[in-house]
């Protein structure tokens, strides 16, 4: 499967973005789906996962209450709603797609999936 990010951008202290992951090659309807981020110098690091059934959302605390995942099944897409950004969230945002057995299992570290996006910048002004 190829994902595919964009909405990246540039965006004020405050503002929001809105990030959407396509598939390709292969539908994800069956897999678990993850956004991670990864700032300069720094590993990359857990932001939000969701289950393959999507009623099973978990965030980094650094994000929790701003940030919101969500996925359409229908168009193999999943999206990152971020609000209110601050210049710590300056990074380049990863989605990553595996294999999921269970409907509900979110998954939260880089070595639990085998498929990656290229990413897309994410620059928060102060």
């Known amino acids: 499967v190829q994902l595919v990010e964009s909405g990246g951008g540039l965006v004020q202290a405050g503002g929001s973005l809105r990030l959407s992951c396509a598939a390709s090659g292969r539908t994800f309807s069956g897999g678990a789906l993850g956004w991670f981020r990864q700032a300069p110098g720094k590993q990359r690091e857990f932001v939000a996962a969701i289950s393959k059934s999507g009623g099973t959302t978990h965030y980094a605390d650094s994000v929790k209450d701003r940030f919101t995942i969500s996925r359409d099944s229908a168009k193999n897409t999943v999206d990152l709603q971020m609000d209110r950004l601050n210049p710590e969230d300056t990074a380049v945002y990863y989605c990553?797609?595996?294999?999921?057995?269970?409907?509900?299992?979110?998954?939260?570290?880089?070595?639990?999936?085998?498929?990656w996006g290229q990413g897309t910048l994410v620059t928060v002004s102060s």
């Open positions: 990553a797609a595996r294999q999921s057995w269970g409907s509900s299992t979110v998954y939260t570290s880089t070595y639990d999936y085998d498929n």
